[in-house]
């Protein structure tokens, strides 16, 4: 058969591509096409909207602290189906919000649901591909969240002229597609190579490389400077691209005065662009290293929210928009496939919660400052305030870039020699 020659990796990452569609495109990305009916919908002050926001990432955190437990106690297969049937249940219950605490419950179940499944997907990449092909591997898996940008970004303003209430149909369809991936991870998902005999795609590392006992794993994990520097860049990112995600929409409608129609086709050609995002910026990772890499990102979305600051023309936004979707995969990408180079497989799922948690605060302080922001002055400060905080993470990356190079020349690379050490030691 034509497919029997091909690693089975390859169509786990298909599923995980389907997972990263569903908890990310679907329940997280599409949240920013849909607010600004919902708005309408339930009579939102900004300030009101920027709570809900947050209710989604609140419930994307909380999942973080849990989920690396739960997948030592049930195994990665049980908990991504339970995530997705728990994002199902909160877009049901987004269909049915007549109020703000309704839709607050909806989005913090649908954040539960979402975080620890693309939590999940994206620990069980590091299973089933050796650091060799990592990078480029979590690159494809994080295309998903573009694809989902892609159909809400077209199918969101389509109901809408539909149905006056076609955000509550929007919820409604997503749903659905969330209960069809959940289907096909129950019936092909396997939650390691192991089982079936079969080796990682790519470059093992050494078996003498990745010795540890669970207590000096769990210290290289929770008491790692290196590890708690990653994070800390991550919560930089985690802050300044929410004003992107969930409000980039809503910003061309009021502020840039464009029609819905026009919006939302925005938003969905950043999600077709974002698609290769992950995969050129993870490819790119394997190569230069980690860190650097994320310097170049982090530098490049910096200006390019300073841009959107001070720019009103349709044309440049349109330019502006696909060079920050170029990118846009990128951090969660190459930051997972670094904390997953420093850890041995078995705890990857867990060093991905811990700096998840400070991904999450950062994306659960945005929503609700962002609102206020806009409510009370204007996009264009929210902007100004995102572009700082991601100049910041910038500074970050470089710094831990010189650190690793100089003082131990170990990079976050294929070629990495230790993978529980810490040069910041």
């Known amino acids: ?88 249940v909160g877009m049901f219950l987004s269909v049915i919000s007549y109020h ?84 096909i991870n129950v019936f092909f998902l396997i939650d390691d190579p192991s089982t079936i005999r079969l080796k990682p795609v790519g470059k093992e590392i050494p078996p003498d490389k990745v010795k540890g006992n669970k207590a000096s794993v769990i210290e290289s994990i929770y008491c790692n400077k290196s590890i708690l520097l990653i994070g800390l860049t991550y919560f ?11 409000f980039f929409v809503d910003f061309l409608m009021i502020d840039a005065k464009l029609e819905m129609n026009l919006a939302g086709t925005f938003f969905a050609i950043a999600g077709i662009v974002s698609v290769v995002s992950g995969f050129i910026w993870g490819r790119l990772s394997d190569r230069i290293g980690r860190m650097l890499t994320l310097f170049f990102v982090y530098l490049t979305q910096t200006f390019i929210l300073l841009l959107f600051a001070i720019t009103s023309h349709p044309a440049l936004l349109m330019i502006e928009t696909i060079i920050y979707a170029l990118t846009l995969w990128a951090v969660p990408t190459v930051i997972v496939a670094a904390v997953s180079d420093i850890v041995i497989p078995l705890k990857s799922p867990m060093a991905i919660g811990y700096i998840t948690l400070f991904f999450g605060i950062g994306q659960w302080l945005s929503p609700m400052i962002t609102g206020s922001l806009v409510e009370h002055f204007s996009y264009t400060i929210a902007f100004y305030l995102s572009a700082v905080v991601c100049g910041l993470g910038s500074i970050g990356c470089i710094y831990l870039h010189r650190t690793f190079r100089t003082r131990n020349k170990i990079s976050f690379n294929p070629n990495i020699q230790e993978v529980n050490s810490d040069p910041l030691k």
């Open 1 to 88: 058969m034509v497919f029997s020659h091909i690693h089975r990796g390859w169509f786990i990452l298909v599923i995980t591509v389907l997972n990263g569609f569903a908890c990310l495109g679907l329940a997280r990305f599409s949240f920013g096409v849909i607010l600004p009916f919902m708005i309408e919908g339930l009579s939102l002050s900004y300030s009101e909207a920027g709570l809900i926001a947050s209710a989604l990432f609140f419930g994307y955190l909380a999942s973080a602290f849990f989920v690396g437990r739960f997948i030592q106690a049930y195994k990665e297969k049980k908990v991504i189906i339970f995530s997705l049937l728990l994002t199902a």
């Open 100 to 183: 703000f605490w309704l839709a607050y419950i909806a989005c913090f179940i649908m954040g539960l649901g979402s975080g620890a499944g693309n939590i999940t997907s994206v620990g069980l990449v590091g299973k089933w591909f050796a650091v060799s092909h990592r990078g480029r591997a979590l690159g494809i898996t994080n295309s998903g969240s573009g694809l989902g940008m892609i159909f809400s970004g077209f199918i969101v303003p389509i109901l809408m002229v539909w149905n006056i209430d076609g955000w509550r149909m929007s919820w409604l369809v997503l749903a659905l597609c969330v209960l069809l991936i959940l289907l």
């Open 236 to 246: 930089a990112w985690g802050f300044s691209y929410l004003i992107f995600s969930t």
